[in-house]
């Protein structure tokens, strides 16, 4: 009740003065009186990313989707453009503070306290994920430590001395200053840290990363899972290790087949939608995310009625992939990988094309090279043994795979490059 109350207030706004989407309902003629419940939402249109690009191009440079005169917007951000041109997104203080509140939802879903000190190892840019931390931090009475343009090293030294206890993070940034801890004789396991706030990736999710962050940094994960599109929609609460609730008290989700677009069952995997309810500045009303999930059946043990999803994000939908008949999501190998590698170790899954059949091949960095016959061997042994295909397992030189503070880029699709 309390979403249809907040979705309707947000197409009263959006039909009243929201150039973007007005053109879409019109388009459809379709009026906000038309949505009287929740189960009226499929009758509107989708949005996609591709809609807000060509939007910005034809109306540089912020686009139409705009409900409030362009004064009133405080906050700029944009994606990362890794599938494409860059998208802008602006926040007016009313909408920057609801990114706030819902991060500040978040931290407190993790056991964060006004008590705790946050640092954030990160390079305040254009991106939205940590400023959102911050914002939520700042919101909950913590002491917010920011560390932008910082090495490594000097992060960690700022860790010990001000006793930090909750980083936000991505998992592979959170491994590197373990590995870099560990190289500078840093106990890093026995410092105040508590909690690794982890997002951008994933890591918390996959059993493998869990296992090795929680055990370097003796500290627990959390996954946050959001886009600069619609916002911090996911959350992990202290009971159930294995999945993310939607925070549904601001946002609205509906799993769809990706081809059809027809909702699919509960336990079904499916292509998760978003509304969020507190940007009527410049919503993004079912928003095709791309993000594949499944919706978990019955209650979490936290208390909370918000469904979980679980596992979190399986993949991106253009990443599943189909080898032999098996679909395979990245995340699956990445957690099949990881269980065998250890510290210093790296990885990247490809797929290629071999005489027009999809092929993959996992490619290892691995530190000492003696161990690399026997990881090679338990590698291509699990995934026969779980997905029943089999799977290229080849050693690549150190220092093969370039090293980010940000995302590392593990998956990578050479199918357009042509057979390789
Ligand atoms: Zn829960």
New binding site residues.
Partial sequence: MLQFQKLETLLKKVSTSNPFYQNKFNSLGITSSEIRSLDDLGKLPFTTKREFEEDQKRHPPFGTNLTEPLENYVQYRQTSGTTGKPIKFLDTKESWQWRGKVACYILK?AGVTKEDRMLLPFNFGPYTAFWIMYEGGYQLGTLIIPTGGWNSLQRLQCILENRATVIPTTPSYALTLAETAKENHIDIANSSVRILMLTGEPGALIPGIREKLESHWNARCFDVIGMTEVGTWGF?????PN?V?ILESEFIAEVIDPHTAIPVQEGEVGELVVTNLGRSCMPSIRYRTGDLVKVKKGS?????T?H?LDGGVLGRKDEMIIIRGVNVFPNVLTNIVESHIGPGDDYQIEVYEKKGINEMRIQLEIKEEDRSKAIKQAIQDEIRGKLNIRVEVNTIPKGTIPKSDYKAKRFIDRRKEGNV
């Fill in positions: 879903g992990q609460c202290t009971e159930e999945g609730h979490c043990s936290c208390g909370r918000f979980v």
